[in-house]
């Protein structure tokens, strides 16, 4: 089945048919050139990709997500992340993830914009899985189906 690879804003993504397969693309610079509040750069089965832009003092407001882990990183700027009623500042480069099921808010607590892209994802491997080679994940994963 041929594969076709298309650049749409900015990022490749790829197709078979009908199917989006992959997705490719500079994060940095998208996330540095994002002009929206949110937009959603890719959909997996099991994850997604969107970056997000919050004008100074903007908050994603308080949310949860009962099965859903999420990965933030800063390209630009910073944020107070309020987990379960904890805060804790972030600064550019720097990451914070919030466990599935904990209430969470983030706060562009900076003099710019903030800038960031996360990650939205159920859990693919039990907890501390380590495949020292190729060869163990497949087996685990054999194991699984």
Known sequence: MPIV???LAGRQVC??????????????EL??????FR???YTGKYMQ???MKLNVGEEIGMEVHPTVDQFFRIKVGQAKFI??????????????????GSEHNVINTGTGKLR???IYAPPNHPEGTIHATKAD????????H
């Open 39 to 41: 937009q959603v750069l």
């Open 83 to 100: 987990v379960n009623g904890e805060g804790t500042e972030v600064k550019e480069e720097g990451v914070f993830i919030v466990p599935a």
């Open 116 to 118: 960031l892209y996360t």
């Open 5 to 7: 690879r298309i650049l």
């Open 31 to 36: 996330t540095k050139d994002n002009s929206n």
């Open 49 to 51: 990709l969107v970056v």
């Open 15 to 28: 197709y078979s048919r009908d199917i989006m397969i992959g997705y490719t693309g500079n994060i940095e």
């Open 137 to 144: 994940a497949e087996v685990a994963e054999a194991a699984k």
